[in-house]
């Protein structure tokens, strides 16, 4: 399949080296602010067409898909643009500023009967995969705490996208996504029936640090923190009533499990190695042609549903904190 990108940064170009260990995807098109970045870019990864304008991507002959990668505040004209043009697309995360973008997007999709999916590429990655099985399966009993962190420190640089609040900077829609995220894979619906959010801020009224803690229905819990101010441990833990599920750092794209079970006075632990290729977004593509070639309009991984869901988690996070875009 032809796949084209919007937006040229540092995760479209990752995801584009990975589009090349797939033998049925080619990067075919892609489209920056900068004639002179798309052609580079083009030249790069073999892409047979470059634009230097975001709109005029979406009337290249024999394009199938596009990813948008532009920054957040971006991402639902980019893929407006493309949904009203019948071009399915896999939206960068995350995958609208607030709830009512999300809802625009996903009324787009449906009322044109085109594909869209938020690029979770987490829910693919082969271990994720694994450790969700596990859960289903009861293996560590029934799951009542979730406990997750993801932080890097980060230089203050006014300047920088992650600072920027008018570019949807701030820890919570960077690195806070992939907590809430792991929350409502595993506990789902309903709701949490309470949220609660704390965080602190930059000298550009962006949030620095965001810690939250959702409250589900039969005494469950997800514990969550974000931050660009510390090197975090990276990594997450699954508690259950029989045992527990340590996803060892990255986390997000983690390679290797530990499962440790209670019996008695003793704990045995089992360690699973699960590789993957590349740095990992090959899988999530690898899906999105999948649902393409059987003709889906959405993912049965990623629903719409369930990014509306997590937009409105976050939206609800930013309420608590007082973080206004």
């Known amino acids: 399949m032809n796949w084209g990108i919007i937006g040229l940064g540092k995760i479209a170009r990752q995801f584009a080296d990975d589009l090349r260990l797939l033998p049925n995807a080619r990067l075919h098109a892609v489209a920056s602010t900068s004639l002179e970045r ?24 024999d394009l199938d898909v596009v990813y948008v990668a532009t920054p957040h505040p971006f991402h639902c004209e980019n893929t407006l643009l493309c949904l009203e043009n019948g071009l399915p697309v896999l939206c960068e995360k995350p995958f609208a500023m607030n709830m009512a973008e999300a809802r625009r997007m996903v009324a787009a999709a449906r009322r044109n009967r085109v594909f869209l999916m938020e690029a979770l590429w987490t829910k693919f990655i082969p271990a994720f995969e694994q450790v969700s099985q596990m859960v289903e399966n009861g293996e560590i009993g029934k799951l009542h705490t979730i406990k997750a962190d993801f932080g890097f420190k980060m230089p203050f640089d006014p300047d920088s996208r992650l600072y920027n609040k008018a570019l949807g900077g701030g820890s919570l829609l960077d690195l806070g996504i992939y907590p809430a995220l792991l929350s409502l894979s595993f506990f789902g619906k309903p709701e949490p029936e309470n949220i609660c959010a704390a965080a602190t801020f930059t000298a550009t009224d962006v949030d620095e640090s965001c810690a939250f803690i959702f409250q589900y229905p039969e005494g469950r819990l997800a514990l969550c923190h974000a931050t660009v101010a510390a090197n975090t441990s990276l990594s997450a833990h699954l508690y259950g009533t029989e045992g527990t599920i340590f996803l060892h750092p990255r986390w997000h794209h983690t390679q290797k499990i530990t499962v440790s079970r209670y019996d008695g006075r003793q704990e045995s632990f089992r360690d699973l190695d699960i590789p993957y290729i590349g740095r990992g977004y090959s899988y999530e593509a690898a899906h999105v042609m999948q649902c393409l ?6 993912s049965e991984t990623v629903p719409l549903d369930f990014t509306l869901d997590l937009v409105e988690t976050l939206d609800t996070i930013r309420e608590k904190i007082g973080l206004v875009y």
């Open 38 to 61: 798309a052609g580079a870019f083009a030249t790069e990864f073999g892409a047979a067409h470059f634009f230097g304008r975001y709109e005029d991507i979406v009337h290249c002959p």
């Open 293 to 298: 070639e059987n003709e889906l309009l959405e």
